[in-house]
């Protein structure tokens, strides 16, 4: 596990989280401390033993939803992708395997549950295949037999509707694994004309030692460069002495 931890201040400079009880804010942060590589607490009773918080202090954390609670007591840092960046070659794959495969991580970078049912393993594809594979291939069946589309037309079953085709994305990365359609690679290349490539492999590497994917590949590039900035922002040292400030 990584020694350093990061805080964005977007999220603790906030109000929401501003106006917590200060023992709450102390707890989020040594939950943070304390979290594994991917955010997952899994001695968050031992932690408020060790920092004197109350029950309520982790209510609160639960209730405004900066923590994500597993039935087994695990709890996982909502924000944590916001906070940090670790390399994929410096960091240590979470031991919550079950508790990741519940979770999916938003275009923002933070963490959020999936609805019952629809757990992503680790190779991307529905850990319960019956419960959503079946209620998907009803719907689907639904409507081939009903052999019309909304304006009367009859198609035919399992032919896709006029205008409807999705826009081909192809596979970018050294794990092939990213996703990006032809105009979403020249967007890319517009925005981040000098490291578009190394973005690209980021994220790459992230995905293939996280076992997480993405519904826009892009979003999530240009979300982690807004973040990258907001770091290196927080990250600047006020000048010390006068030749400093003056030069």
Wanted: with cysteine; hydrophobic share 30%.
């Amino acid at each position: 596990m990584a020694q350093r931890r990061m805080f964005s201040n977007t999220i603790t400079d906030s109000d929401l989280f501003m106006d917590m009880p200060k023992s709450a804010q102390l707890l989020y942060f040594h939950l943070n401390m304390h979290a594994d590589d991917d955010g997952f607490v899994g001695n968050t009773k031992s932690i408020m033993r060790m920092t004197g918080s109350s029950d309520d202090d982790l209510k609160i954390l639960l209730a405004k939803q900066y923590l994500i609670p597993f039935e087994n007591g695990v709890t996982v840092i909502k924000d944590w992708h916001i906070h940090n960046y670790i390399r994929s070659d410096r960091k240590h794959p979470t031991k919550y395997t079950s508790e990741l495969k519940q979770l999916e991580l938003n275009e923002d970078a933070s963490y959020s549950k999936l609805p019952f049912g629809s757990q992503v393993s680790t190779n991307g594809q529905p850990d319960d295949g019956h419960l959503v594979g079946n209620c998907h291939t009803e719907v689907r069946l639904g409507k081939d037999r009903l052999g019309k589309d909304s304006k009367g037309k009859y198609i035919e079953p399992g032919k896709p509707k006029p205008g409807k085709t999705k826009p081909v994305r192809h596979k970018y990365g050294q794990y092939q694994n990213v996703l990006l359609t032809d105009e979403q690679l020249e967007k890319l290349k517009s925005e981040f004309p000098s490291d578009w490539q190394d973005r690209i492999e980021r994220v790459s590497g992230y995905v293939q030692s996280s076992g997480k994917h993405y519904k826009d590949y892009l979003a999530t590039i240009r979300n982690w460069a807004k973040r990258d900035r907001q770091s290196n922002q927080s990250n600047k040292v006020a000048p010390q002495t006068r030749e400093d400030w003056f030069g």
